[in-house]
């Protein structure tokens, strides 16, 4: 009976949903993404109005006395041709709307939601333009009436900041040398940075004297005067902030770290409950129960997760040692003439644990939980590095991807040198300070066939278990770890990590009389 009920509640449910997607048209965009689209629409007639009052006020504008100080500048820079810009940005947005926007969201496709929010971001960013256009009459007027105000306060602030800008660059220069000799691999790159720092200190500088002239000008170009001390505030606003990332990239250059996973581990649980109820009984009395869960081995998890889409388990047929070592007391929880048992949840939990190398120092950390998309992503990773950062590396240049021991030292002389064995085989051997290396390597050495197809092929974008799967869960090394005893490395069904913690079967309420 209440089986059937709540049978027939999902069938109204999945009714009701169904007559609610056909009154909504069936689109499957989602509902902000069409909100946007409305609120674009309105902001592409709204610009098309600004426009035509920001023509107005300049028409107005020009009529007027002040107009002289600034008709000069106005004719040379066209400020009347700044609105035939902007109604063309509009045309261009409108056209985007109508043709590439608008279609998709009548197809109202799910899986165009990504480029409908594409569309709805060029546009925006088209309508912008189109504001700049139209505001640029306006705001250069006023900005040349401040220069004109405030010019000699303009140059006295530009002055103070070209001084801090070759401050920067000139207290910068050191370090970085330094750096260009210790960390060679980024030599070219810090190169270019000081390029950049000299570019913009010595255009502030050639913008300084620009301003300067036409402060002593008998009649001043204002336009060069605030433009060129806008150019030097705007460069001193750079360098100050990439003074800061470049001391922060020179700062992670010494620094070392790899997390090389040496062991990890699942944790299987099965929930048990069951539902009682009194078959004589004039109104439905269900009682449900949760046992607490117990934790099992594989087998068993794989067992009762094959059983949990089943109405109701039977205990005259399942498999009793695998039941029996759940250890239920069919008597705990409420207990009454009818009962039935089912699978309730499958809790799963992964665990990793890392040998973790710091500047050279290494030591083994406690197991760690992890999520089951970082487990499976290196379920087949045992012994492998799933990140290092060497020295001589920026943040940015973290290895993400898993790749043998040691693999991304190699080729950097502060580690180690290539040398040559008696059948002419190149191969790497690392300084003695670096033997925690050697120590992951158990031994091996890291030929130049087989780095040398890391480098080019997989450094950074796909794991390398090397040319003969010698490395990683599979390669027959890690029988003897908590994941190989487990018998984690010769399970095949990959249904028992794909499980998760969801509710499976038919759980308590999914029987009746």
């Known amino acids: 009976m209440l089986k059937q009920r709540l049978l027939q509640k999902v069938i109204a449910l999945s009714l009701l949903v169904v007559f609610s997607l056909l009154a909504a048209g069936c689109s499957n965009i989602p509902k902000e993404i069409q909100k946007d689209a409305d609120q674009l629409s309105k902001r592409i007639e709204a610009a098309k109005k600004k426009i035509g009052d920001k023509q107005s006020q300049f028409e107005e504008f020009k009529n007027s006395e002040s107009y002289g100080f600034h008709k000069p500048y106005s004719e040379r820079e066209n400020w009347a041709g700044k609105f035939d810009e902007a109604r063309a940005k509009t045309d261009t947005a409108q056209s985007l709307f109508d043709n590439e926007l608008k279609p998709i969201l009548d197809r109202g496709k799910a899986e165009e939601a990504e480029n409908a929010k594409a569309q709805i971001n060029r546009i ?118 990439e003074d800061q990332n470049v001391r922060n990239k020179l700062n992670e250059l010494p620094r070392s770290y790899s997390w090389t996973l040496v062991d990890q581990r699942e944790d299987f649980f099965v929930t048990i409950q069951k539902t009682v109820w009194d078959d004589w009984a004039e109104i439905d009395n269900d009682k449900d129960y949760t046992y607490e869960s117990r934790q099992v081995d594989r087998d068993t998890y794989a067992y009762f997760e094959s059983l949990s889409d089943e109405d109701a388990l039977d205990l005259g047929k399942i498999d009793q040692d695998k039941w029996n070592s759940l250890n239920i007391d069919q008597r705990e929880g409420p207990n009454d003439s009818t009962e039935k048992f089912y699978v309730g949840d499958l809790p799963y939990t992964c665990y990793h644990k890392y040998l973790v190398e710091e500047n050279g120092q290494v030591h083994e950390e406690d197991w760690k939980e992890v999520d089951e998309a970082t487990f499976a992503a290196n379920e087949a990773d045992l012994g492998m590095v799933i990140m290092t950062k060497p020295v001589g590396l920026y943040e940015e240049d973290v290895i993400k991807v898993a790749s043998p021991p040691g693999f991304a030292y190699v080729d950097n002389p502060r580690y180690g040198q290539w040398n040559t064995d008696g059948s002419g085989n190149s191969f790497w051997v690392f300084y003695g300070q670096y033997a925690f290396i050697s120590n992951m390597l158990g031994g091996n050495s890291i030929y130049r066939n087989d780095w040398d197809t890391w480098n080019r092929d997989y450094r950074g974008r796909q794991p390398y278990y090397g040319k003969d799967e010698g490395y990683g869960t599979y390669s027959g090394n890690y029988a003897g770890t908590t994941y190989g005893r487990s018998g984690g490395i010769e399970a095949e069904d990959p249904s028992v990590r794909e499980a998760g913690s969801s509710a499976r079967g038919g759980g308590p309420g999914g029987g009746g009389k």
């Open 124 to 241: 925006n960013a088209t309508l912008d333009e189109a504001d700049y256009f139209a505001d640029y009459p306006g705001n250069r007027a006023e900005f040349l009436k401040k220069v004109k105000d405030e010019g000699k306060q303009m140059i006295q602030t530009a002055s103070n900041d070209v001084a801090s800008s070759q401050k920067f660059r000139d207290e910068l220069t050191a370090p970085v040398e330094k750096a260009k000799v210790d960390f060679p691999g980024k030599k070219d790159d810090l190169t270019m940075r000081q390029a950049e720092f000299n570019r913009r200190v010595d255009e502030s500088a050639t913008a300084l004297t620009s301003a300067k002239a036409q402060e002593a000008a008998a009649s001043p170009d204002y336009a060069v005067w605030g433009d060129s001390c806008v150019t030097i505030t705007t460069n001193n606003e750079w360098i100050k902030g």
